[in-house]
T-cell receptor, first 110, second 112 residues
Framework: DAKTTQPNSMESNEEEPVHLPCNHS???????IHWYRQLPSQGPEYVIH???SNVNNRMASLAIAEDRKSSTLILHRATLRDAAVYYC???????????FGQGTRLTINP | DTAVSQTPKYLVTQMGNDKSIKCEQN?????MYWYKQDSKKFLKIMFS???????INETVPNRFSPKSPDKAHLNLHINSLELGDSAVYFCASSLGTVGGYTFGSGTRLTVV
């Protein structure tokens, strides 16, 4: 499984944008970049995924570097409910499992 | 509500006992999984079933036996529980192996 590197923790303020980085220098051409988050005492929750182009949905945006060796999850206006552990995961379409790393623990200050 | 539901939410039991955790999804997904999250918060896959067939068994002790009666259900039976089995167990499902996963809210197992 190709590896990703994320900061252990990040902190931001409510109603400000948050940029969560992920490095994946060994990404292969077929790997999709997936983001999940885990709120306290809950199961992981799908956030967004992409292959090459930037992606937007109601939860977040995903910005993918041109060489695909890094990506950034963008929360446009953080709320206290966005405090969670965010996982960046590379997924080959043929892979039969999702492999979680340590993730980034995001703290949102009021 | 469409979801992945697990029961029970909490389970406290003594060493040596046998227990089961049930999982059901009503999303029409054909692949289901069991993950374990230990005290250090690492999430590790244990098993995966696709259309009732086992496709992943991540060297889990054979005290753990998953059972999938149909593609909407994946239960986990654990024999001879040990202290080290204490963890949160998450069930998940997906459509094939490409779609996003939907996770249940977890079962916190405490072995005393």
């Amino acid at each position: 499984d190709a590896k990703t590197t994320q900061p252990n923790s990040m902190e931001s303020n409510e109603e400000e944008p948050v940029h969560l980085p992920c490095n994946h220098s060994t990404i292969s051409g077929t790997d999709y970049i997936h983001w999940y988050r885990q709120l306290p005492s809950q199961g992981p929750e799908y956030v967004i995924h992409g292959l090459t182009s930037n992606v937007n949905n109601r939860m977040a945006s995903l910005a993918i570097a041109e060489d695909r060796k890094s990506s950034t999850l963008i929360l446009h206006r953080a709320t206290l409910r966005d405090a969670a552990v965010y996982y960046c995961i590379l997924r080959d379409p043929g892979a039969q499992k999702l492999v979680f790393g340590q993730g980034t623990r995001l703290t949102i200050n009021p | 509500d469409t979801a992945v539901s697990q029961t029970p939410k909490y389970l406290v039991t003594q060493m040596g006992n046998d227990k089961s955790i049930k999982c059901e999804q009503n999303l029409g997904h054909d692949t289901m999984y069991w993950y374990k999250q230990d005290s250090k918060k690492f999430l590790k896959i244990m098993f995966s079933y696709n259309n009732k067939e086992l496709i992943i068994n991540e060297t889990v002790p054979n005290r753990f036996s998953p059972k999938s009666p149909d593609k909407a259900h994946l239960n986990l039976h654990i024999n001879s529980l040990e202290l080290g089995d204490s963890a949160v167990y998450f069930c998940a499902s997906s459509l094939g192996t490409v779609g996003g996963y939907t996770f249940g809210s977890g079962t916190r197992l405490t072995v005393v």
